[in-house]
């Protein structure tokens, strides 16, 4: 077995001067039928101007992860339990509520999945918009509606100015998904977290949206958390990657080595469920078996009931996230051998 030395806490993801630092975060859910640690010692950082992709299956806590770092944790049923969130300097959870809520206003904001539901059903377009500019700059409401309608242009809604009338009910979700991310690069914020922001739209639309939000974030270099299913989405879009499994970060590594040579059995698969464009019509290779409850995460390494590289050591010894190379990470007691094989094919 090749082993190095573990990186407890080490922050992964982080550039040389990192605009947010999450350390050591833990969540924990108290449910009718047990504890769910949602989140177990989640450690990443995001440089300004970079993106990092957080993948992983569904309920593997990245969401809570998100909800967590901007401060909108539905709490209770959750509660963070450990960590800091240390962003410009300060540690967010340490913050009074009310310094909070300015940072989560002006200085960090949010692209959900669902802008029919995250957009006021019941105001313009232009109105929402335009608020920000009134609440947050104390503009007049001529040149917030004027502000709000360049915005509009900015994301490419077409005939912008007629349509800062219409409800968000009269755009489709792609146009919808461009108002929402209007809204979030409106007050300029330092760093964006879009969670799953085109996974509700067709193919065509979700690729322009994407091109659109990366666009934008290298155009006013924020730092991009985005969360996705999706590895081919994150392709062209990411600097580094972040791969999470049952509530823990298992792998990180630049965009680029990643794809090149996975570090972990667990991301090895979800590269290998990528459709693929020259195998049409065959069989995808996905994760085969199911991500466990969160109420009863296997012992040892949680991956290992589904890990086709699995040994007796993987069931007693959880394994830290060991350095596995230049800026990469891995939860893998066999990190090493996996790179050499990658390496070898
Ligand atoms: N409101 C809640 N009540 C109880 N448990 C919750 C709640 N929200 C989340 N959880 C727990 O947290 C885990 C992580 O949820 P999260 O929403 O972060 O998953 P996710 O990775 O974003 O999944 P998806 O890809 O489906 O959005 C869930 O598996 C569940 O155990
Ligand atoms: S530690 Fe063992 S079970 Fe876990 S991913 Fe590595 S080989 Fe698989
Ligand atoms: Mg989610």
């Known amino acids: ?80 339990t450990g960590g800091e969130i240390v962003f410009g300097g300060r540690d967010l959870l340490k913050m009074p509520e009310e310094e909070r809520r300015a940072v989560r206003g002006a200085r960090m904001a949010m692209i959900f999945q669902d802008a029919l539901s995250a957009l006021n059903p019941v105001l313009s377009v232009g109105a929402q918009l335009g608020e920000m500019f009134q609440v947050h700059r104390g503009a007049s409401r001529k040149e917030a509606r004027e502000r709000a309608v360049e915005l509009m242009e900015r994301v490419r809604i077409p005939a912008a100015r007629a349509r800062a009338g219409d409800y968000p009910h009269q755009f489709s979700g792609g146009m919808r998904q461009r108002i929402m991310i209007a809204m979030a690069l409106a007050l300029e914020p330092e760093l964006i977290i879009a969670d799953e922001p085109t996974t509700a739209l067709d193919v065509t639309v979700q690729a322009q949206v994407m091109d659109l939000l990366a666009e934008l974030q290298s155009e006013y270099r924020m730092g991009l958390i985005l969360i996705t299913h999706d590895l081919g989405v994150v392709a062209d879009v990411a600097d580094r990657i972040a791969v999470m499994y049952a509530g823990r970060i298992v792998e990180t590594a630049p965009v680029a080595e990643l794809y090149r040579a996975p570090a972990h059995p667990y991301t090895r698969g979800l590269l290998d469920s990528i459709p693929r464009l020259d195998q049409k019509g065959q069989q995808l290779n996905a994760v085969k078996g199911l991500p466990p409850s969160l109420l009863r995460v296997p012992p040892g390494c949680s991956f290992h009931p589904r890990c086709p590289s699995a040994r007796p050591v993987c069931r007693a010894d959880e394994p830290p996230l060991y350095e596995a190379g230049a800026g990469r990470t891995s939860a893998c007691h066999f990190w090493k051998e996996l790179l050499d094989d990658e390496c070898a094919e």
Request: glycine letters at 16%; one cysteine or more.
């Open 1 to 80: 077995m090749t082993r190095t030395q573990p990186v407890p806490g080490r922050p992964a993801g982080a550039g040389a001067s990192p605009l947010l630092q999450v350390r050591d975060l833990s969540v924990e859910f108290r449910t009718r039928d047990g504890v769910a640690t949602a989140v177990d010692g989640v450690s990443f950082g995001v440089g300004e101007g970079e993106t990092l992709a957080v993948l992983g299956e569904s309920g593997c806590g990245k969401s809570v992860t998100a909800q967590s770092v901007m401060g909108i944790l539905d709490s209770p049923p959750g509660r963070i």
